[in-house]
């Protein structure tokens, strides 16, 4: 698969051969329009201007003619010789029945005109056609002669214009030359238009394929305001993610394999310790099991805290529905009662019912218990913690105040990381693990809520949990 994907793409499925091919393809068929639709046009401007123009002329000879009753051969003479040189290639004068009365090139005088224009003309319609032969426009018209409504023969015209023929061959030849120069000139901005497409294109993919090998700290530059150098923006951004949730990952296994294994080392040392020595006495023996056990329900915790991040990460989909924040709370102090009293630690609730949030009980419970429960153990003697909720601005707002050792300045914005402690000698020793407060913000964002850390300004710390409200209050 790897080879596959660093192979060289095909040349003819490369995208810069599409590219061009695409852009040669439609500057052809501009330019084949530009040499055809001008000459076309051209063509039909001289047809209808010859058209106009032999018309005229046949219409004044045969106007001239139709003057007298009959037309024979000295009378059509005597006429065309008064209307002088008219310019024409050919005129021809016929009588009703097509035969020849006069001709300029004196080759068909007394014969049968067998002429399409001449038949059409004694038809009494008015005939013209042209055609473009050989760089030269070859014009022909036919009109009849009448007098009082009766056809007394037809004039036919011919006139074979060159000049005109080499003025449109001129402009062909202009606009094969203008082509030839747009297409080179095409050719080859579409050959540096593609080539600084796919070299970008190249650039992004050479930086994936480095991405992709696990160097996460690299990032591509591509200049510019276009589509590729958002792409570019937004791939950085990738990859700095990726990196950032790397770094987290292998910070995370490395401190959960240390976590893991202090209890586990505990464990072994104690094991060895009894079964290697034959004199030790039942109260040692006792104690020793019990340190065990410890250590046994840290590493079951840490399991089970792990346990939960790892469904939360999954993103599992739950069944929230509207919980009352005052049951819950309740049931919290319930639990930890015993605890506080150990710990001459006072526990104090200020709760209103009809405050609802959207979240599973489970999920709220495990939120309050471990805030309180970490207020409980980070306290001193005589100190109290309190824990708060009201409808604040359209949220539920949740505090947990305490007045313990405090959380430093500088460990502010740490405290919600997987395994970070505060103080690891005090946490260790209270059973903490260093992951209830990231499952604390994990579970708060799963439902749409957020945790927050104050210091307080006199002592001891303020945990600030907020949900969207729930419930009637919500609609108000």
């Known amino acids: 698969m790897d080879g596959e994907a660093t192979r060289n ?26 040499n055809t639709y001008p000459l076309l046009v051209s063509q039909d401007m001289v047809f209808k201007s010859k058209q106009t123009s032999l018309q005229s002329q046949a219409s004044v000879m045969a106007s001239a003619l139709a003057g007298q009753e009959g037309l024979n051969r000295e009378g059509v003479g005597r006429v065309m010789e008064v209307l002088g040189d008219t310019g024409l290639s050919r005129v021809m004068v016929t009588d009703p029945s097509g035969v020849v009365l006069y001709d300029t090139s004196a080759s068909s005088v007394e014969q049968y005109a067998l002429l399409y224009e001449i038949a059409g003309a004694l038809r009494g319609r008015d005939e013209f056609r042209s055609d473009y032969i050989s760089g030269a426009f070859c014009s022909r018209a036919a009109v009849p002669v009448t007098y009082r409504g009766m056809t007394l023969g037809a004039v036919y015209v011919d006139e074979v214009d060159a000049e005109q023929g080499r003025l449109l061959i001129g402009i062909q030849q202009t606009l094969r030359t203008i082509s030839l120069i747009i297409a080179v000139v095409s050719a080859t901005l579409a050959f540096i238009f593609s080539q600084a497409l796919t070299r970008r294109l190249g650039q992004l993919l050479g930086a994936i394929r480095i991405v992709r090998e696990g160097e996460y700290s690299h990032r591509v530059n591509i200049r510019g305001g276009d589509e590729l150098s958002r792409l570019a923006g937004e791939f950085n951004a990738l990859t700095g993610r ?5 770094e987290a990952r292998r910070r995370f296994v490395s401190d959960a394999s240390h976590e893991l294994k ?3 080392a505990s464990i072994r040392l104690l094991s060895d310790s009894i079964l290697q020595n034959d004199h030790i006495d039942p109260e040692t023996i006792q104690e020793f099991v019990g340190d065990i056990g410890d250590e046994a329900a840290r590493l079951q915790r840490i399991t089970e805290h792990l346990l939960t991040l ?21 049931r919290v102090e319930h639990m930890l009662e015993p605890l506080a009293r150990a710990v001459e630690v006072s526990l104090k609730l200020n709760v209103p019912e009809g405050l609802m949030v959207k979240i599973t009980r489970d999920d709220l419970y495990q939120i309050l218990f471990n805030l309180v429960e970490n207020g409980i153990k980070y306290n001193l003697p005589g100190g109290r913690v309190e824990l708060y909720a009201q409808d604040w601005e359209g949220k539920v707002v949740i505090m947990v105040e305490d007045t313990g050792v405090g959380i430093p300045e500088e460990d502010i914005d740490k405290v919600f990381d997987r395994f970070y402690r505060v103080d690891k000698a005090r946490s260790r020793a209270a059973g903490g693990t260093g992951l209830g407060l990231s499952i604390v913000r994990d579970t708060a964002r799963r439902h749409g809520g957020d945790v927050s850390v104050q210091r307080r300004s006199s002592e001891g710390t303020r945990f600030v949990v907020t949900f969207p409200l729930c419930g009637e209050e919500a609609g108000a």
């Open 242 to 246: 990726l990196q950032t949730t790397e």
């Open 9 to 34: 793409v095909p040349f003819w499925r490369s995208l810069r051969t599409k590219y061009v091919l695409t852009y040669l393809v439609t500057i052809a068929a501009v330019l084949m329009l530009l």
């Open 262 to 264: 202090t209890p586990l």
């Open 310 to 330: 790892t469904r939360l990460d999954a993103a599992a989909p739950v069944e929230a529905e509207p919980v009352e924040v005052a049951g819950v709370a309740l």
